[in-house]
C-alpha cells in the first residue's frame, strides 16, 4: 500500500517559498502517482511552459502554442495533509479488524500519524 495514492490532498514541503516564485506551501489534490519514478504531479502545483508545434484538428481549428501544465514532484517533496489540522502529516499504517455480514476481516489501514485520524 502507497503512502499518496491518486486523489488526495498533498502539500509541498521543500523548495522556493511562495515569496520567492516557488511553490513550498501549496496544497492540492494527486492527479496523477508515476510509480516507477517515485513521482507525482499535484493540481496546481509545479507548472511549466512546453511549446508544442502548431497544428490542424479535422475541424480546421488551430492547436499548438505555448501550453503551461504541472510538472511531476518527486514524492518526497510532498507530504500528505492530515484531514483534521489540514498541516502536513507522515502516514501511518495499522491493522483493523472489520466484521461485514458476520464476517471478520483484518485490514490494512493508512492513518495521520499527527491526529491518528484514517485517512
Known amino acids: ?14 523548495g522556493a517559498s511562495q515569496a520567492r516564485g516557488g511553490d513550498r506551501g501549496k496544497q492540492g489534490k ?13 493540481e496546481g502545483v509545479n507548472f511549466v511552459t512546453k511549446h508544442v508545434r502548431v497544428g ?5 481549428t488551430k492547436t499548438g502554442g505555448i501550453e503551461t501544465h504541472e510538472a511531476p514532484l518527486h514524492v518526497s517533496n510532498v507530504a500528505l495533509v492530515d484531514p483534521k489540522t489540514k498541516k502536513p502529516t507522515r ?8 466484521t461485514k455480514d458476520g ?13 491518528g485520524e484514517a485517512l
Not at 91 to 98: D, K, N
Open 1 to 14: 500500500m502507497a503512502n499518496i495514492k491518486k486523489g488526495d490532498l498533498v502539500q509541498v514541503i521543500t
Open 30 to 42: 494527486v492527479l496523477e502517482v508515476l510509480v516507477e519514478k517515485n513521482r507525482v504531479v499535484v
Open 56 to 60: 490542424q484538428t479535422q475541424r480546421g
Open 91 to 98: 502516514v501511518g499504517f495499522r491493522l483493523e479488524t472489520v
Open 103 to 115: 464476517v471478520t476481516k483484518t485490514v490494512r489501514v493508512r492513518y495521520a500519524k499527527k491526529s
